[in-house]
Each structure stands twice: as C-alpha cells, then as structure tokens.
C-alpha cells in the first residue's frame, strides 16, 4: 500500500453570510472530494496542541506524525534546513516577512506581494547596512526570508503578521516570553551549554532591527518605483517564529511503512518539515504558493513520486492566502482548483494502479476570510482506498465530517491511523 496525503493549507473555514451561511468548502463545486467522502471513510482532527498558536508549521508536524512537545523549534529552523541554510548549534533562526505597513498599522503579510526578485534585492540591501558579527539575513522566496542570530534567544513573544492585519503594528513589537525561567540569567543566559542573549536582549535588538529596516526599504528604489506605479511598498522586516536547530527522528524511523518519501510545496517550511522528516524535496517549476500556482506540475510530480516511492506529502497553499487576503471568491476558487486540477488527475491515475493507493485529503486549519487568522479548530479529512469500508458521509465539509466513522482524532494519531492501513 502507497500512502499520499493531500493537503489544502487553511481550507476550513466558517459560515459567510453572502454565501448563503456556507463554508467555502460547501459551497465549491468540489465532486472528487464528494466522490471520495463517499467511497472513504470521514472524520475531524485536532491538529495543534494546547498551548501552541495554530501555525501551519506546528499543524503540518502534527499531521505528519510528531510529537510537538519534542521536536518543535518554530518556522525559521525548519525553512533554514529547505534553503540549505546549516545552523550552527549557537545560531537561531527567525522567519523574517517583508511586510506593507500604513497608516501605523499592518496592511499585510506580505509586502503586496513581493517577488522573489525583488526581495532578493532588498534582502541584500539590508545585509550591506544591518548585518554583522551578530545578525544576518538570508533569501527565502517571495515576502518569506530568514534571520540568523548568533546567541539569539527563542524565548520571546513574536506576533505573526499575518494574525494582526490591520492591527497597530508598535503593539505588535517583540516581548520577551512571559514566565521564562532560564539556568543562568545575569548577562546572558545558558541553555543546553551554550550562552545565549538573554529574551529582553533579543526581543531590543529585534525591534531595533525592525524599525531600522523601515527607514532604509521606504527609500529603497524598487519601492519608489511601485509608489509610483500606484502600488503600496513593501517597507518592513517581521521576523516571528525563531527557533534553535531541531532533532528529529526520520518518517522512517516513526513509520517503518516508509521506506521512502518526498514533499511537494512552493512553501520553505513544509519543504523543512520534509528534509528532517527525511523526505525528498521535489521542487515544482511554477510552484508559487499562490492562487497561480502550477496546479498540474505538482499533481503529476505526486504521480511520478509515488510510482518510485511509498509516500507523498502534498501541500497547497493558496487556499491559506486567500484566507488571510479576505478574497472570499477566491478562496473558493483556490479549493475548486485543488479539487479539479490535484485530487482529481491523482485519483484517477491511482485508481488505475494495481498496487492500492491509500489517499487522505485534509487542512491543516481554518483560516476564515471574515477574521484573516488562523483558528485553532478541529479540521475534517478523508482516507479512502480500493476496498475500504464506507461511512455515511457523502460529502466533504467541516459539518459532515462530524459524522464520519473516524470521529475525532488528535495531533499524531491521524498518521498513527494513516499508517495502520496495509
């Protein structure tokens, strides 16, 4: 049995009025993923523990099959590791966003949506003025880059942008955590050994940095070119989500069922997930982690991946954008694109195969287009293959999933479940 799960970024939502008081889920034209609710058996998962905030990046490791409480360390070790960025082991890693700021507030996450060639201009910019023995800056894609600390300290209070749209942006400036206790704390702090800056440090220079960075980008040519072309800038850094260098067992390891596996994602984070969960990358020409991504490209690249291997981790994230823009149109049409241009060339080629395929189709949260933030809510998914017993869900929505044979599952027991089935 091959294992493929399919996974809509941010595609639950909630009820909207001008869609009749439907989810976008229920009101997409979504036929594979009815047909497949029908043929499969349903269900709702749990996908971020107490505690944690409803990332994609802790619900992604959950869905894979990790315990959080050992092995997560936050977004910026996990897209160091997808752009080849080895940390030393005194280094943290900070996911850093260019940003759009107005109006002293924060217009969005993504800096009008930044190209990569474009970032990769200003990125280099800010190295020649703000970098040094202490920080520096790496290139990621699009609005999504990174920030290395030598001796940074992960114990902070970071808001992600995208959770505070239209919010005061100086409220939003980094804290140290509430109730860190370190070892030693008297001008510097030691964990595991080695000496860090102390939170209070980390979180000043930080939001030293963030504020430095905006006088700089406001000024920078290729804003002044889109100011001119009636596009808003995009003028601020926004590191959230650091985190020292991860241990992790490999999907091997957990699952012996896995002998082998890739990831396919336009996004440095699952592609992170992917390299210490010991997958294969597969990078997609086209893949953007927008609405425009190459819908086919990473469908057939999931079929060629799974005639090699035993398992394929598909992500698409355009769904999760479209949420946090508030396009609700959109977001309908990002799902109806994962139904017609994803799930339904995957199952028709695997129905063909004579080694079954065992598909699951699920988010890894809601990120409602009337809040613009991730929730941390239960999601509904599906596992179907050839010869599975059907439940009496016939289609595929954050309601009727209540209902599925599965019930309610939480964090790892869905891959603990997935790989059960043989």
Not at 18 to 36: F, V
Request: proline fraction near 5%; charged fraction near 25%.
């Amino acid at each position: 049995m091959k294992h493929i799960i399919i996974l809509g970024d941010g595609m639950a939502d909630h009820k909207v009025e001008r869609l009749g008081g439907k989810t976008p889920l229920q009101y997409a034209a979504t036929p594979y993923m009815d047909k497949i609710a029908r043929m499969g058996r349903c269900g709702r998962l749990t996908t971020v523990p107490e505690g944690y905030l409803p990332g994609s990046e802790v619900a992604n490791t959950a869905i894979m099959g990790y315990d959080l409480d050992e092995v997560y360390e936050g977004r910026g070790p996990l897209e160091a590791a997808s752009i080849g960025y080895e940390m030393a082991t005194d280094e943290m890693a900070i996911r850093c966003n260019v940003i759009t700021l107005a109006d002293g507030k924060i217009k969005n996450h993504h800096g009008t949506h930044l190209t990569t060639d474009d970032a990769r201009e200003m990125i280099a910019y800010l190295n020649e003025h703000l970098s040094n023995d202490r920080v520096k800056f790496v290139t990621g894609i699009q609005y999504r880059h990174l920030m290395i600390i030598k001796g940074g300290n992960k114990h902070i209070d970071c808001a992600p942008p995208h959770d505070w749209v239209e919010s005061p942006w100086r409220e939003k400036l980094v804290k140290p955590e509430a109730g860190y206790k370190p070892e030693l704390c008297d001008g510097g702090c030691v964990e595991n050994g080695i000496v860090r800056m102390t939170p209070q440090e980390t979180a000043d220079l930080i939001n030293d940095l963030i504020i430095k960075s905006q006088a700089l980008l406001e000024q920078h040519p290729i804003n002044i070119r889109r100011k001119a072309d009636g596009k808003m800038p995009a003028n601020s850094i926004w590191p959230w989500s650091g985190g020292y260098r991860p241990s992790m067992q490999t999907l091997k390891q957990l699952y012996p069922q896995v002998s082998s596996g890739s990831v396919i994602s336009a996004v440095d984070l699952i592609k992170g997930i992917g390299h210490y969960a010991g997958l294969n990358i597969v990078e997609v020409e086209g893949a953007t982690g927008l609405y425009d991504t190459n819908y086919e490209g990473k469908a057939q690249a999931a079929i060629d991946a799974l005639r090699r291997q035993d398992f394929v981790f598909l992500h698409v994230e355009a769904s999760d954008e479209a949420g946090h823009d508030g396009d609700v149109d959109l977001k309908v049409r990002t799902i109806e694109y994962l139904d017609s241009r994803i799930i339904a060339p995957i199952f028709n080629e695997t129905e063909k195969w004579d080694e079954p395929v065992c598909i699951a189709i699920l988010p890894d949260h809601p990120t409602p287009v009337e809040t613009r933030n991730h929730v941390n809510e239960p999601v509904p998914f599906i596992i179907y293959y050839k010869g599975i017993e059907a439940d009496e869900v016939q289609t595929y929505d954050e309601q009727t999933c209540v209902g599925g044979a599965f019930g309610m599952l939480r964090l790892n027991e869905f891959m603990k479940e997935f790989m059960l089935i043989q």
